[in-house]
């Protein structure tokens, strides 16, 4: 199982940006796939989770409105629009392969895989 972010970059604040989550090694179908991001000197909390095995999406609070969540089965990629974004949007931002059926959609330890992650900056 890998997992590859990509995307990441400076903007203004109220910009946009479009992350990439290349999956390798399993097919979409087989984990949820989960969005994270860490700020510096923070530790890591949950953005958005999707499973293309029943189509669910979920997103925390703090980006809801403003960040889409989606798949391409057959690209095998899993994507994170990001819009309006703000200054504490910033930080590094990691894709995670994790279990299809849980109760807190957005707790890292339901993620066993990670792949590296992709810089993020938003100026103000």
């Known amino acids: 199982v890998q997992l590859q972010a990509s995307g990441g970059g400076l903007v203004q604040a109220g910009g946009s940006l479009r992350l990439s989550c290349k999956a390798s090694?399993?097919?979409?179908?087989?984990?949820?796939i989960g969005w994270f991001r860490q700020a510096p000197g923070k530790g890591a909390e949950g953005v958005s989770r999707?499973?293309?095995?029943?189509?669910?999406?979920y997103y925390a609070d703090f980006v809801k409105d403003r960040f889409t969540v989606s798949a391409d089965n057959a690209k095998n990629t899993v994507y994170l629009q990001m819009n309006s974004l703000k200054p504490e949007d910033t930080g590094v931002y990691y894709c995670?392969?994790?279990?299809?059926?849980?109760?807190?959609?957005?707790?890292?330890?339901?993620?066993?895989?990670w792949g590296p992650g992709t810089l993020v900056t938003v100026s103000s």
């Open positions: 999707i499973s293309t095995s029943d189509g669910s999406t």
């Open positions: 090694g399993f097919t979409l179908d087989d984990y949820a």
């Open positions: 995670a392969a994790g279990h299809i059926l849980t109760i807190n959609p957005l707790h890292s330890p339901e993620y066993p895989y």
